[in-house]
């Protein structure tokens, strides 16, 4: 049932055919079938604008086409990218949801100041690979579920509202009538809303130019 994706894109310089469009039941995205020269095959996100039979490369002097994976250098200001790596080598790790997208906005020194879809605005290394254009099966997001059989068959099942409990089965829990929440803390103390659980010394904060809030 698990598909397994390339995210690394590590077979540099070699030629792929996309054989097949596929949907994958693990993810949002459309899911590609690619065909290497040398017979290897792997599967990458599906962007918007790939059909089958059409060739993509991973190169650091890549063509800026869609579905073609380069270095972030390589790649130009304002170009829509997606499957982003945080560190080089590590593999994809931001936009890889459906429709999802991020642009680099500036180059300065050894890094690049580039747009998550959250809005916030990173740091990221030069040398850190992206995929060309934008994920595509954008329409997931506007599926209505319809119905909560339809639910119950992706395995999500159906679960009671915290503030419909008592107060010693959910912090949310008590009060007379439909009374929601107020500040619900878990026993220790700790609060459940709004109470910000980022480290304030975090290392990578550095990288952060402009946070998403």
């Known amino acids: 049932m698990i598909r397994i994706i390339d995210f690394k894109r590590q077979k540099l310089d070699v030629p792929a055919k996309v054989i097949a469009i596929e949907y994958d039941p693990n993810r949002s995205a459309r899911i590609a079938l690619l065909e290497y020269k040398d017979g290897e095959k792997a599967y990458i996100i599906a962007p918007i604008g790939l059909g089958v039979n059409d060739e993509v490369i991973s190169s650091a002097s890549a063509e800026i086409k869609v579905g073609n994976a380069s ?3 390589n790649i130009p ?3 829509p990218i997606h499957s982003v790596e945080l560190k080089r080598g590590s593999g994809a790790c931001i936009a890889r949801s459906a429709g999802n997208s991020c642009v680099i906005m500036a180059k ?7 747009k998550l879809p959250s809005g916030e605005i990173r740091q990221i290394a030069l040398d850190c690979m992206a995929t060309i254009g934008q994920v595509g099966n954008i329409e997931h997001e506007t599926i209505s ?3 909560a059989g339809r639910s119950s068959w992706m395995g999500i099942l159906p679960y009671s509202r915290g503030v419909a409990k008592n107060p010693h089965d959910h912090p949310m829990g008590g009060g007379e009538g439909k009374a929601s929440g107020g500040l619900p803390r878990s026993p220790w103390g700790q609060y459940a ?8 010394k975090k290392h990578s904060s550095k ?3 402009k946070r998403r809030k």
Not at 108 to 114: F, N, P
Not at 193 to 200: A, C, M, N, S
């Open 193 to 200: 809303k709004g109470l910000k659980t980022r480290k304030k």
């Open 145 to 147: 579920i319809g119905k």
């Open 71 to 73: 270095t972030l250098a």
């Open 207 to 209: 990288f952060i130019i």
């Open 108 to 114: 300065e020194g050894s890094y690049a100041q580039v």
């Open 77 to 79: 200001a304002g170009i």
